[in-house]
């Protein structure tokens, strides 16, 4: 129920004003204290054309303002406040929660139409570290978000499983590994060659140039360059799913770098053929300047191809096979020049669906306020963050209810929970520290305190053996406690949040609703006896039911599990 909508009709019947109803809603303001209603309407924008104070229209305006939606109004200063018909709501929101069931929220701005999201891409033969959570995590909520508005999201892994750093780890094995080692432990070995080829090439920097070499023998397809490559990347494979499976994590694609190299000459050709390559210093490039940007250096003096080159060719590949509407990349904040060079260099090319590509950066996950870095073996080990995150919500739960059936499973639900939670509850843009003991805490901020709530819902209504299928259509629900309507205008705000999310690529919205919703539930809770037998019971079950279907909605959205138990 659009509450703001129906108070602009209302404001709009009410008075004479060149204001649409569109321009009234746009407006109106949700008071931050209860005290002062559900919505106000500030007068100022009518203060020049009635040549009054603010406080005296309001004054003369507030009588006026009447409409089956509005219980009452006040006049404060210069708004008006609308504290709405209570009964007439609560009847209205709990009926259209019903009704839509798992599919309140849900909006039709997608018309089904693909939208392609580059999301995790770790490189192959390198751990997954608490470096690559976010891209995975922030991803994937884009994509339940999207689904949610009615698009239709293609989750593509772009593996780093091409480029120097192979020829690099090739040296690094050949030197100073073992085929035993590598099968025993593929990705803790891979990572210790490829951190002491770059200690020892700071000895030697021949090193550097045997690097190169290799790589280049991958490229011109060396037997044994391919074949250790190719065994690099299932090994790696094998572990990153695990995590993935973790996470609750799933790829419709996972084409990486490798698999456009063959793509990228026909890119080169068309480019030249258009008359927007360069050479400058011995280097191709194509002069962005008319962008105010750097140039897009395409190959290097020396014909290696670069990153730029691999997007151009992957951009145009994934419009030809997905016919996106929206390409989105969901990568580093670091990355923000490269993909302004990407776009540029489409639309020079004569892409207009260039536009429709978005770079979805993100902060940084620090460790006592550093950066992690994969290179200098700084490296938090994503698994075992998950592994350490589960162990302490099992810790929590042998406290708080050691005879739970299904403990294992629980823990696991909100252990790594708590990780997804903790990364999309943080605004997408800003960098933050990350303390696993404070992440998985049942108190504060979490995703278990949100977890929580739902599962205290989940136990009144099983110790009240309800069943939402008793509430027939046309059942009355009344509800005569401010703390319930504080509940219920907080579960109506669900569809706006999930518009919000979308506009803005941003979960935090999302996050941030249900750490709210929960907090208005628990005071309903800690004020009301909701069993209690009496007139309202069912009311009281309906409205607890309806914030188990709006938690477990949003948690899903986020890639969070909702165990009914904890």
């Known amino acids: 129920m659009d509450l703001k909508q129906q108070v602009a009709q209302v404001i709009h019947s009410s008075i004479e004003t060149s204001l649409s109803i569109e321009e009234i809603q746009n407006l109106l303001e949700i008071p931050k204290h209860d005290g002062h209603g559900d919505i ?7 203060a020049k054309e009635l040549r009054k104070a603010p406080q005296a229209i309001a004054q003369d305006l507030a009588p006026q303002m009447q409409g ?44 089904g139409e693909n939208i392609t999201i580059d999301m995790s891409s770790p490189n192959i ?88 070499l290799w790589f280049k023998k991958l490229e011109d397809g060396d037997q044994e360059a391919y074949e250790l490559w190719d065994w690099f990347k299932n090994e790696s494979l094998k572990e990153f799913q695990r995590i993935y499976d973790m996470l609750g994590v799933q790829f419709d694609s996972y084409n ?12 080169i050709d068309e480019l030249e053929a258009q008359g ?23 190959k290097k003096s020396d014909g290696a191809s670069l990153y730029i080159t691999r997007d151009l060719a992957t951009a145009i590949y994934r419009k030809d096979t997905y016919d996106f509407s929206q390409s989105l990349y969901v990568v580093g904040n670091e990355q923000s020049n490269h993909f302004k060079q990407l776009k540029a260099v489409l639309e020079l090319m004569g892409y207009d669906w260039a536009k429709d590509i978005n770079h979805i950066p993100f902060g940084l996950i620090t460790q006592d306020g550093k950066k992690l870095s994969t290179r200098k073996g700084n490296v938090v080990l994503l698994e075992e963050v998950l592994n350490d995150a589960i162990d302490l919500a099992l810790k929590q739960i042998n406290e708080k209810n050691p005879d739970l059936a299904n403990k294992e499973q629980v823990a696991h639900q909100v252990g790594v929970g708590a990780v997804i939670f903790h990364d999309l ?14 992440v998985v805490q049942f108190e504060g901020e979490t995703g278990p ?7 205290r819902a989940h136990s009144i209504l099983r110790k009240a053996n309800f069943d939402p299928a008793t509430i027939a259509e046309g059942s009355q629900f009344n509800l005569e406690s401010e703390e319930a309507f504080q509940v219920l205008k907080e579960l109506n705000r669900y569809p706006e949040i999930i518009a919000s999310a979308y506009e803005k690529y941003e979960p935090s919205v999302i996050a941030k609703y249900l750490l709210s919703l929960s907090q208005q539930f628990n005071k309903y809770y800690a004020h009301t006896r909701i069993l209690s037998e009496d007139d309202q019971l069912t009311a009281r079950l309906a409205l607890v039911y309806a914030l188990t279907k709006v938690i477990e909605s949003g948690l899903g959205i986020l890639g969070v599990e909702a165990p009914s138990e904890m």
């Open 125 to 212: 033969a390198k751990p997954m570290s608490m470096g690559h959570l976010r891209s995975t995590v922030i991803g994937n909520a884009i994509a339940n978000i999207v689904t949610k508005v009615g698009f239709n999201p293609i989750r593509i892994n772009h593996l780093g499983d091409w480029g120097t750093q192979f020829g690099k780890l090739i040296v690094g094995y050949k030197k100073w590994g073992s085929e035993e080692a590598v099968r025993a432990n593929p990705i803790a070995e891979l990572l210790k060659y490829y951190v002491k080829f770059h200690e020892e090439a700071e000895k030697d920097a021949s090193l550097e140039d045997e690097g190169r």
């Open 40 to 46: 106000a309407f500030p007068i100022f924008i009518f």
């Open 256 to 267: 990486g770098e490798a698999f456009y190299s063959d793509k990228m000459p026909a890119v």
């Open 276 to 298: 927007l390559l360069k050479i400058d210093q011995g280097a191709t490039i194509v002069d962005l300047e008319a962008y105010n940007l750097n140039p897009a250096l395409i």
């Open 449 to 455: 305190y949100v977890q929580y709530a739902n599962a």
């Open 425 to 438: 509850k943080n605004d997408r843009l800003n960098n933050f520290d990350f303390n696993l003991e404070e």
């Open 68 to 111: 089956d939606i509005v219980d009452h109004v006040e006049a404060v200063g210069p708004y008006i406040n609308f504290f709405l018909n209570q009964t007439l709501i609560t009847q209205a929101i709990l009926e259209e929660i019903y009704q839509a069931g798992e599919h309140f929220g849900e909006l039709t701005i997608g018309h």
